[in-house]
């Protein structure tokens, strides 16, 4: 089944700018989605299509996604971004086609 | 304002059934795929299954560690998603989450828009 690998941690400062990548073969041939979940909650979509943000998502929140990386950019980072980070692509070709990420938990220093 | 209420999570032996409900308003469920992902204690997110629209078919599928135990329904006209599993193990001890799914245009590809606030299901003896 198909793989999608993320760094366990990323830390930053308050005010910088986190990049949590999203690792997988040739995942820039598939959509990517990115979702944020605070602890003891659910998660929340906050990027689809790679780089579309739902309504309420902060513009601070961005994706990308070419050749074996996807990446969720988050600017200007505030205590409040502090969570878990998880990317998800849907892999038709396999039996188990609805995949996660491992998810990197975001901290704000 | 959607909203997605689970239900029916427990504690349950080794071998045994449990059926999750996922109550749903806010929207028009008919037309909705639906999908249950599930989180084990202190691990990441783990899809189990979705099922489309009537109007789409109503087609299921599933991951492969439940495949043939568990089995995904819905009854329109009471706005309700299903969870039946049966032959629990303790591997399935988990937070199961009732999400809307959509579909990518076009293809089989989808993303989880909405998500209930989770049921807990734990399987031990």
């Known amino acids: 089944s198909y793989v999608l690998t993320q760094p366990p941690s990323v830390s930053v400062a308050p005010g910088k700018t986190a990049r949590i990548t999203c690792g997988g073969n040739?995942?820039?041939?598939?959509?990517v989605h990115w979702y944020q979940q605070k602890p003891g909650q659910a998660p929340v979509l906050v990027i689809y299509y790679d780089s579309d943000r739902p309504s309420g998502i902060p513009e601070r929140f961005s994706g990308s996604n070419s050749g074996n990386t996807a990446t969720l950019t988050i600017s200007r980072v505030e205590a409040g971004d502090e969570a878990d980070y998880y990317c998800?692509?849907?892999?038709?070709?396999?039996?188990?086609?609805?995949?996660f990420g491992t998810g990197t938990k975001v901290t704000v220093l | 304002e959607v909203q997605l209420v689970e239900s029916g999570g427990g504690l349950v032996k080794p071998g045994g059934s449990l059926r999750l409900s996922c109550a749903a308003s806010?929207?028009?469920?008919?037309?909705?795929?639906m999908s249950w992902v599930r989180q084990a204690p202190g691990k990441g997110l783990e899809w189990v299954g979705r099922i489309k629209s009537k109007t789409d078919g109503g087609t299921t599928d599933y991951a492969a560690p439940v495949k043939g135990r568990f089995t995904i329904s819905r009854d329109d006209s009471k706005n309700t998603l299903y969870l039946q599993m049966n032959s629990l193990k303790t591997e399935d001890t988990a937070v199961y989450y009732c999400?809307?799914?959509?579909?990518?245009?076009?293809?089989?590809?989808?993303?989880?828009?909405?998500w209930g606030q989770g049921t807990l299901v734990t399987v031990s003896s």
């Open positions: 806010g929207f028009t469920f008919s037309n909705a795929w």
């Open positions: 999400t809307t799914v959509i579909a990518v245009a076009g293809t089989e590809s989808c993303y989880f828009d909405y």
């Open positions: 998800q692509v849907w892999d038709s070709s396999s039996d188990h086609p609805g995949v």
């Open positions: 040739n995942i820039g041939s598939k959509s």
